[in-house]
């Protein structure tokens, strides 16, 4: 499982986090990096965001991944993870290492990462959820990493 795990979040370059607002859930597309171990996935958004405003209220938070194409055939043969956790906001002498990887994976976003709006939040990974095939469904504990 953690390879199939490490290799989605090598290749992928987004995924959809989901945030909680007091009635609904909200879902974003978002740019990220991980620590090499797993437990840790690091992304970045605007202050002036309803994602920002809901992880302030509530910092659990899913992050969901998957390799699937464009295709219908794709689906069965597709994997998909959702990385369950809670994101802290970073400050700035603390994301040093992961803005750097950040940039380095998505040139095009430098401005945007760099940004003086712009948090990067951490993820600490609780668990993840794998889903194969559309219906295998597993799970890997971050303590199992």
Not at 93 to 107: D, G, M, N, S, V
């Amino acid at each position: 499982m953690k390879s199939k795990v490490s290799s989605i979040l090598q290749k992928e370059q987004f995924g959809v986090l989901t945030t909680i607002s007091i009635k609904f859930p909200h879902m974003s597309k978002v740019a990220f990096v991980h620590d090499k171990d797993l437990k840790s996935i690091y992304f970045i958004t605007p202050s002036r965001t309803r994602k920002y405003d809901n992880i302030m209220l509530n910092n659990n938070v899913a992050l969901f991944l998957d390799n699937a194409k464009k295709m219908s055939a794709d689906i069965c043969n597709s994997i998909g993870i959702t990385a369950k956790g809670t994101a802290i906001a970073l400050e700035e002498h603390e994301c040093i290492e992961a803005l750097e990887k950040f940039i380095i994976k998505y040139p095009d976003l430098r401005e945007f990462a760099k940004a003086e709006n712009s948090v990067m939040f951490k993820l600490h990974i609780d668990r993840y959820e794998i889903v194969e095939k559309f219906k295998h469904v597993s799970s890997l504990k971050a303590d199992d990493l």
